[in-house]
Nanobody, 125 residues
C-alpha cells in the first residue's frame, strides 16, 4: 500500500522558517515527479511547488517564488519543502503528492495519483 506521510508543520511567527518532509512508502518514486500543494478551509487546493524525478527542475507558484525551495532525496524516497520568510497568508494545510506517470512533475493537482494526509502550517503575525 502506497503511503505519503508529511511532517514538519507547526506554528511559526511571520518571517520564520519551516521545513516540511514527505516520506513515501509502498513503492519508490525515484522516477516520478512530486509536488506540494496547500489548502485553506473554503478554498480550492492550490499549487505550491513541483520537482522532476532527478531534482534538477522545479517550478513554483508566484506567491512562494524566492521563499520556498522544493528538493528530494531519492535514496530516502522523500521530498522536502524548505520555507523561509513565512507570511500569515502561507497558513494552510500542506499536502505532498506523487505522480505515477509523469517524471516531470506537474502544477495540476489532477495529474497526481497519491496524496499525503496533510500537515498544518500556521504563521502568526
Amino acid at each position: 500500500q502506497v503511503q505519503l506521510v508529511e511532517s514538519g508543520g507547526g506554528l511559526v511567527q511571520a518571517g520564520g522558517s519551516l521545513r516540511l518532509s514527505c516520506a513515501a512508502s509502498g513503492r519508490t518514486f525515484s522516477r516520478n515527479g512530486m509536488g506540494w500543494f496547500r489548502q485553506v478551509p473554503g478554498k480550492e487546493r492550490e499549487f505550491v511547488a513541483t520537482i522532476n524525478w532527478t531534482g534538477a527542475v522545479a517550478y513554483y507558484a508566484d506567491s512562494v517564488k524566492g521563499r520556498f525551495t522544493i528538493s528530494r532525496d531519492n535514496a530516502k524516497n522523500t521530498v522536502y519543502l524548505q520555507m523561509i520568510s513565512l507570511k500569515p497568508e502561507d497558513t494552510a494545510v500542506y499536502f505532498c503528492a506523487a505522480d505515477r506517470h509523469l517524471a516531470s512533475g506537474s502544477m495540476v493537482s489532477d495529474d497526481y495519483d497519491y496524496w499525503g494526509q496533510g500537515t498544518q502550517v500556521t504563521v502568526s503575525s
